[in-house]
């Protein structure tokens, strides 16, 4: 067996077994491009825009090395002293772009940056690899010096870090992606096991890079789960995407959520979450809760395009990974329809929906854990960075109404309702009463005029 694997080693690293390896490899990554960029410009995705990219760096650094390897002793002189320092360089280059395209699809400034420091890194390794090697063959062969175990031993960590992070994260359609770093790891390993001590390239790695680079071809339809077939519904009218203007500017919005400051009965929250979607032009709006036992709780949400109320929900933090990030670091989020991240697979399918659209979540600065998530589903409507800074003057100011949560419990009936006080606290009952017929009446209002103005078109 040993014996065998050597022979494929040699074949794969010499002429002309090489050129088909090359050609291989190359193909895959040109059929993946191709594939991508067709469905960039049929969807105008921003993660296959990234994608795009990031496959066009690696068959242009393939291609690079292709060649110089090729005019190797004819055209470049004393190849030999460069050519497998710069096939691990290459080999590791090529690691990296396929981790940062498989694992982090959505754009993040953090994990680019981290990316770019990794790549310098690996040109300093591979410059001081080349210091240490020009001149030392034919005395010893790359494969029997200690610079090919550490290139080797840098892949493997790199592929063991990604391969938990993947599990971890759990990006949608992610098995594909799983299924190319193992096959890498497994001939990282094969190569450290069994290298081709004679000869100056990793021949175990080339043979499984032949198995695990068509499977980039899979980037190309990491969005399909995405098709936005909920807009297509015959039976209910589509609801026009709508940018703007708000049904009602901030100064009014603190005026009137400040009428509820000593205030708390159960329903608030759905009357709030209502009063959110219409001001915001949501589809969908469900406050929500961090529990301690890492659980997401989400209530009292309203469905403004088939005006109805949502049951409660509950999710654990693992399958809304991004969710739960911005929670710990009480920052916003926004999501595009086409994101990868599972929090919206996570979602779309508690709330059985084919697709969520875009998201946007708030936090509730002075309570902890607590915050508001807007979706688009039926209109696709897009949140940009004014809907985020609007939204964030919006959030800023609920907390106002749920900072005192045992003063009142609502019991409410068909026909009326009844607000029963804390004996402990001091409430005007005709303000609070008032507040909330004034509230109810805006959002009929709100409800009859969106009617009216669906009849007229």
């Not at 080999?91 to 990794?118: E, G, K, N, R, Y």
């Not at 990491?222 to 609801?239: G, H, M, N, T, Y």
């Not at 609007?390 to 309702?417: C, P, Q, R």
Request: glycine share 6%; hydrophobic share 45%.
């Amino acid at each position: 067996m040993g014996d065998q694997l050597q022979q494929v080693y040699s074949a794969l690293t010499t002429f002309p077994g090489n050129i088909v390896y090359h050609i291989i490899v190359n193909f895959s990554i040109l059929n993946a491009l191709f594939s991508t960029i067709s469905t960039q410009r049929s969807k105008h995705d921003p993660i296959q825009k990234r994608t795009v990219f990031g496959l066009g760096v690696l068959l242009g650094i393939r291609i690079l090395f292709f060649v110089y390897s090729f005019f190797s002793g004819t055209v470049f002189t004393n190849s030999i002293d460069t050519l497998p320092i710069l096939d691990w360089l290459s080999t590791t280059f090529s690691l990296i772009i396929i981790i940062w395209m498989w694992l982090f699809p959505d754009t993040s400034h953090v994990v680019d940056a981290s990316a770019s420091a990794l790549v310098v890194l690996t040109i300093i390794f591979a410059a001081l690899s080349g210091t240490w090697w020009i001149g030392k063959y034919p005395d010893i062969s790359f494969n029997q010096s200690f610079l090919d175990d550490g290139w080797n031993l840098y892949g493997l960590s790199l592929l063991c870090i990604c391969i938990v992070l993947i599990l971890i994260r759990v990006p949608i359609k992610f098995g594909i992606g799983l299924g190319m770093l193992v096959t890498l790891f497994v001939g990282h390993l094969l190569h450290l096991i069994t290298p081709n001590v004679q000869g100056n390239y990793p021949g175990g790695i080339r043979l499984f890079q032949m198995a695990a680079y068509p499977l980039l071809f899979a980037l190309s339809r990491r969005v399909d789960f995405q098709e936005e077939e909920l807009l297509i519904i015959p039976e209910e009218p589509i609801v026009v995407e709508d940018t703007g203007p708000y049904i009602i500017n901030p100064e009014e919005f603190r005026y009137i959520i400040s009428l509820f400051e000593d205030l708390y009965p159960k329903k608030i929250n759905q009357l709030v979450t209502r009063v959110v979607a219409e001001i915001m032009k949501a589809d969908i709006c469900i406050r929500i809760k961090h529990t301690s036992d890492h659980h997401f709780i989400l209530r009292w949400g309203y469905d403004r395009h088939h005006q109805r109320e949502i049951d409660e929900i509950k999710l654990h933090e693992k399958q809304v990974p991004l969710l739960a990030s911005s929670f710990r670091k009480s920052v916003s989020l926004r999501l595009h329809a086409s994101s990868t991240s599972p929090d919206l697979y996570s979602l779309g399918k508690a709330l059985n929906l084919t697709s969520t659209g875009h998201l946007m979540g708030g936090f509730f600065p002075a309570i902890d854990n607590t915050g508001i998530i807007l979706l688009t589903p039926h209109s696709n409507k897009r949140w940009d960075q004014e809907n985020q800074r609007y939204f964030g003057e919006i959030t800023n100011t609920l907390h106002t109404i749920f900072k005192d949560v045992e003063s009142y419990i609502l019991y409410a009936d068909e026909d009326d309702i009844e607000i029963i006080p804390d004996p402990n606290a001091k409430r005007d009952e005709k303000i609070q009463k008032d507040t909330l017929l004034k509230l109810i009446y805006f959002l009929e209002t709100q409800t009859t005029e969106e009617k009216q103005e669906g009849t007229n078109i």
